[in-house]
């Protein structure tokens, strides 16, 4: 519920800056999601964003880039807690460097419609 509220006070941004996308808390690093749209809401709602909330996230934030291969990528700030804490096989986030691949999470290609 604070998740949503907080995510919602930002103007449907997404992500705030420098917050983590699950229990807000500062936190410098992120994952990125790698595939159609519902792979990107997939993998937000994984990490304990209400799937509403994870559903405007990704039809509004402007930092979503389509890719030659028709998917879509999505940098999700996120804190190595939640992740370990969402029990799934995501890598460790790591430190957001300007110019570095960050770990990402990929739906293989040719399965979006
Ligand atoms: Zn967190």
């Not at 919602?8 to 999601?33: N, P, Q, W, Y």
């Not at 519902?38 to 880039?65: F, K």
């Not at 996120?78 to 969402?86: F, G, K, L, M």
Request: with cysteine.
């Amino acid at each position: 519920m604070s998740n949503r509220r907080n995510l919602l006070a930002l103007g449907l941004h997404g992500i705030s800056e420098g917050t983590c996308v699950g229990c807000m808390k500062a936190t410098d690093t992120a994952l990125r999601f790698r595939g159609s749209p519902e792979w990107l809401i997939a993998g937000l709602t994984a990490l304990a964003v209400p799937c509403d909330v994870a559903i405007t996230m990704v039809a509004h934030d402007p930092g979503i880039t389509r890719r030659p291969d028709g998917r879509y990528d999505l940098s999700v700030q996120v804190c190595a807690a939640c992740v370990r804490e969402s029990g799934t096989s995501f890598p460790a986030p790591a430190v957001v460097v300007i110019g570095a691949e960050l770990p990402t999470i990929a739906q293989a290609p040719g399965l979006q419609p």
